[in-house]
């Protein structure tokens, strides 16, 4: 409990968590299971390219997902490279900027070009009437973010796609058991991609799928993501090796059997900050529409300075002090880091002001009801002390560069 603003651990005071708690901390389910499955991957020898654990994998997630077709990948960054590559996708692909850095560095490394759409500055999510502002002859793709678990437009965007005949990709890394009012996220556009990386909802240690209800497109890319064989010994194209291992399977299909404890701690302790954040000045926590599910794994606070009274990096800082390791998802956007900012330097202003603003705060299973509360009463304690913490925090900030230029030439 702090007193007074020196309480604070950034400004000397005792940290309120000895140990680290963090946004990401994986959620691994019942580690007897996972033994188990991985004594039956050693005992068949069988370790990757085609095992049994990927195999059932593939099947729940598309039955999740709700889609024909689920090719497990090593991770989702090479799933979206194996789709742009398989779907022969060049010239231009429109994609939001507030997302993680992988959404456009997947569109770049396989030699295409990000072009940056804004955002609804409601839900985060690519916004559907910028996007068409951006399409140009050289535009063969657009690739929506399923933010937070939230769906995009898709509805606006597959009308967009068709009218101009483009490939329409989802990046729902954030997106498993999540959905578009009652349809999973999953079968929307050509298709889309999961993230099981360890500090997803749903983890394989590292890991994706691409999810798909095209029958050829799903043959083209099992095919691209195993060097191209069509056939033991049989190469029918290009490809390169984007499988998943069947420990990462393992891991999978371990934390799938969770899944649903898993979404239901996570929502309720998304309800706890909600509840106990309800009313600071400047503090909002992200709303997420009731009428799409949505697995809770981000939550979300938006710090608006000019009610808040201090800025986010302030409390930022603040928690970090005290061992809340928050994180910033996703700030900086994408156009402001390289080589994005310097090649193509462009304004978002929705975007921006959302990059701003984002807290992501610890949640999964690590996370315990008393962990919140002790977190919101640090939330509560620096919005409702913010000049003072503001003030000091300014304070204490190193010179900079030119300060110690000017100061080191006065000495
Ligand atoms: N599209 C979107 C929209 C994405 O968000 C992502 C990935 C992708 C595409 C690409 O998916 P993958 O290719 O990764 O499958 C992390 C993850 O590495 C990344 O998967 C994720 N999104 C992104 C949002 O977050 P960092 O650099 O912020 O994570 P890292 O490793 O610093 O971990 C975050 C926190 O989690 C730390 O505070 C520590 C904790 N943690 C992390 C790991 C890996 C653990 O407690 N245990 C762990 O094993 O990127």
């Known amino acids: 409990m702090k007193r007074g603003v020196d309480d604070l651990a950034l400004f000397g005071g005792h940290a309120e968590f000895d140990q ?155 997106g498993i058991g999540c959905s578009h009012g009652p349809t999973p996220i999953g079968g929307f556009g050509h298709a889309e991609v999961f993230s ?41 194209g290009l490809g390169t090796n984007a499988k998943m291992s069947e420990a990462s399977g393992a891991m999978g299909l371990t934390s799938l059997d969770v899944f649903d404890e898993v979404v239901a701690h996570n929502k309720a302790g998304y309800d706890l900050y909600r509840d106990l954040l309800a009313g600071l000045p400047g503090l909002t926590v992200h709303a997420y529409d009731p009428r799409h599910r949505n697995n809770f794994q981000y939550v979300v606070v938006k710090v608006d300075q000019d009610h808040a009274g201090l800025h986010r990096d302030v409390l930022l800082d603040v928690l970090r002090a005290e061992n809340v390791y928050a994180l910033m998802y996703f700030s900086p956007a994408c156009h402001q880091l390289e080589p994005y900012r310097s090649e193509h330097p462009v304004t978002l202003p929705h975007t921006e002001r959302l990059a701003e603003q984002v807290i992501a705060l610890p949640t999964g299973p690590a996370t315990t009801s008393s962990d919140i509360h002790r977190v919101c009463e640090i939330v509560r304690f620096a919005i409702e002390h913010s000049a003072e913490i503001a003030a000091q925090w300014q304070d204490n900030q190193p010179e900079t560069a030119e300060q110690l230029v000017s100061s080191h030439g006065e000495a």
């Open 20 to 174: 680290t708690l963090l946004v990401g901390r994986p959620s691994t389910g019942d580690r007897t299971k996972l033994y188990e499955r991985l004594d039956r991957a050693l005992d068949n020898g069988r370790l990757t390219g085609g095992g049994m654990l990927v195999r059932e994998f593939e099947d729940r997630i598309a039955h999740m997902a709700g889609t024909r077709h689920c090719i497990a990948v090593c991770n989702a960054t090479a799933a979206l490279e194996v789709i742009i590559r398989a779907q022969n996708l060049h010239g231009e692909i429109i994609i939001p900027s507030m997302t993680f850095i992988a959404t456009a560095h997947a569109v770049r490394y396989m030699g295409a070009t990000p072009v940056f759409a804004d955002i609804d500055p409601v839900t985060g999510t690519i916004d559907p009437d910028h996007v068409e502002t951006l399409i140009t002859p050289h535009t063969t793709a657009i690739i929506g973010v399923h933010l937070w678990g939230q769906p995009c437009d898709v509805d606006r965007l597959a009308d967009i796609a068709h009218r101009h005949n483009l490939t329409l990709i989802y990046d729902a890394a954030h």
């Open 196 to 236: 099981f990386n360890a500090t997803k909802v749903v983890n394989s240690f590292e890991g994706g799928a691409i999810v798909t209800n095209d029958d050829d497109f799903a043959l083209r890319v099992r095919q691209a993501h195993n060097f191209g064989f069509i056939a033991p010994g049989l190469i029918g």
